[in-house]
């Protein structure tokens, strides 16, 4: 069965102590892996799309990678306004697009 | 770029009454949206997927004669929840894929349901 895990659940940096959340995730042909950050009471917003094994992408103080069983999203000296929900999903071959979910982290930046 | 509106942010009805929630691509056209709820703190569960013109495939478990799905145009795609009931009350998030583009879903602000 398709299944994706984040971990940690949650975290709490200090400002500017760089941290990585992980994504795992067993999937039947892997289409794309996704980044999104949600805030509180807010639609998920849109970070990256990896879709092959040793992919990276940056924006701003993020950082994607992607393995064949995993993907990390590293922040480099985060600010407090870094602080949300990190969301992975993945969609597999043949499943007509729909995302698979991990339960995200829920990462805390204290200024 | 890509970017998805909801209206309305917040909404209270009563038990019995309907409500329709809207979905727009402002900036983008898309052939594809879905229809998601979300929990306190759960992840977003996929409703429906809803193609422009055409109707739309709801998943399973979904009563389709209580949450009406309407794609008509390119840009707009409705949500109503006919019926409601304080069961119904939840976060409802829209999301939509840019025509020719794949996979990658951008997420409108969600709408805050509650039935009294």
């Known amino acids: 069965e398709d299944q994706v895990t984040q971990s940690p659940e949650a975290l709490r940096l200090q400002e500017g102590e760089s941290s990585s959340l992980n994504c795992s995730y067993t999937?039947?042909?892997?289409?794309?892996l996704f980044w999104y950050r949600q805030d509180p009471g807010k639609g998920p917003e849109f970070l990256f799309t990896?879709?092959?094994?040793?992919e990276e992408k940056e924006k701003e103080r993020l950082k994607a990678t992607l393995t064949k069983k995993e993907s990390f999203l590293h922040i480099t000296a985060p600010k407090p306004e870094d602080s949300a929900t990190y969301l992975c999903?993945?969609?597999?071959?043949?499943?007509?697009?729909?995302?698979?979910w991990g339960l995200g982290t829920s990462l805390g930046v204290n200024p | 770029g890509a970017v998805v509106s909801q209206h309305p942010s917040r909404v209270i009805c009563k038990s019995g009454t309907s409500v329709k929630i809207e979905c727009r691509s402002l900036?983008?056209?898309?052939?594809?949206m879905f229809w998601y709820r979300q929990f306190p703190k759960k992840s977003l569960m996929l409703m429906a997927t809803?193609?422009?013109?055409?109707?739309?495939?709801?998943e399973q478990g979904v009563e389709k004669d209580k949450f009406l799905i309407n794609h008509a145009s390119l840009t707009l795609s409705t949500l109503t929840v006919t019926s409601a009931h304080p069961e119904d009350s939840s976060f409802y998030i829209c999301?939509?894929?840019?025509?020719?583009?794949?996979?990658?879903?951008?997420f409108g602000p969600g709408t805050r349901l509650t039935v009294t």
């Open positions: 999301s939509a894929i840019p025509s020719g583009r794949s996979y990658e879903q951008y």
């Open positions: 900036d983008f056209q898309a052939t594809t």
């Open positions: 809803s193609n422009e013109g055409s109707k739309a495939t709801y």
């Open positions: 999937v039947s042909g892997l289409r794309g």
């Open positions: 990896l879709y092959s094994a040793g």
């Open positions: 999903a993945v969609i597999n071959a043949g499943n007509n697009r729909k995302l698979i």
